[in-house]
């Protein structure tokens, strides 16, 4: 090609790549911009989510439902370590809940199914769509102290079912889960003050699973492995079946 052609050439390459840059970082990546998508992919998927909830509730009668909220998403990834992120991992879990279910008169419905952050109205807006039999919220624990290690389940004791009492679904769930993983059993704890609002406010069966410590090496090595989050998902589908007297 000739010389003449070659350099207007070049400076419109050098133009057009100036203005993709420009546009790709201060655009493109600035927060606002940012935060406008990730609103409307949460609200995208919230609002197939419900769609989805009304559709499974209307041609199924399931005898129990369960719904799942796993903590935090978009850009908010809760407690986190170079290369693994409480949202991600909360999200895996309860992904592996629902895909591994296979009993069709159980219902397990979610909160998000994606990298996604619904409002804290939103993931309770799902209590009144599918009016669950039991809510669990999946997270993992941190500690300054590496060492720290196990699994560990919250429940609410201001609130009361005799039929299944929060005290004996977390033990439930927290003995399924050691044993379907081989781990550590850190205990069954009560909420404090600031912890989970959202199973507070549920008024039903509900439990907080934190899913090991994010901060232990072994455990965080763990966390990585599709297979160990479907352990633990199997840990929770089996105390689900013992709460509901199928086990």
Known sequence: MKKWVMIPLMILVSIATGIGYYYYNYIYKAPAAVESRELMET???YEYLVGDAGIRLSEHKYEYKVLINPVYGGNDPGKAVPGLKESDVALSVARFVESLNTDESLGI?????TDTAPTFEQRYKFVDIVD???VIEIGVGSNNDTNVIGTSVYYDDAYYDYHLVNSELADMMEKSI????EGVAEGIFPLEEGDSEYIKRCHRPAVYIRCGYITNPKEAQALLSDTYKANIARGILKAIDEARGKD
């Open 178 to 181: 050691v044993t379907s993983i």
């Open 132 to 134: 669950p039999d039991m």
């Open 109 to 113: 419905f979610l909160t998000r199914d």
């Open 43 to 45: 609200n995208s998927s």
